[in-house]
């Protein structure tokens, strides 16, 4: 007797096979993943500040580090007066906002998840 193929056995034991390494690996994937949102929303933070800069170099308060009453109040400020092309979102739905009297001294962009979602 030549039959070709595989018996029953040989598949289940493939697909047990197939099925432990799926399982090792999908963890993984989750992780890779949350590292890639952390780091876009990073990016995203260094984006609003760099907005902040530009506005502080035209508006020139650079010296003084005083925002005045025309300091932006919020994200989208930055964006209505062309400092940004469009407001960023924090992948994993954090909100994005501008603290002006931050305790460095400096304005700070800040997302509302906090934790590794902080620049620097
Ligand atoms: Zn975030």
Redesign the pocket.
Known sequence: MNRKGFTLIELLIVIAILGILVSLILPRFADVREDA??K???A??RGLVSAMNIYEVKENTVSTWDWGTDAPNGVADLETWGYLADVPS?????T?TIDTNATSGNPEAV????GT?VWP
């Not at 924090?90 to 954090?94: D, I, S």
């Not at 997302?111 to 906090?114: A, T």
């Open positions: 949102n952390e876009v929303c990073v995203n933070l924090c992948p994993q739905g954090g994005y997302c509302s998840i906090g979602h």
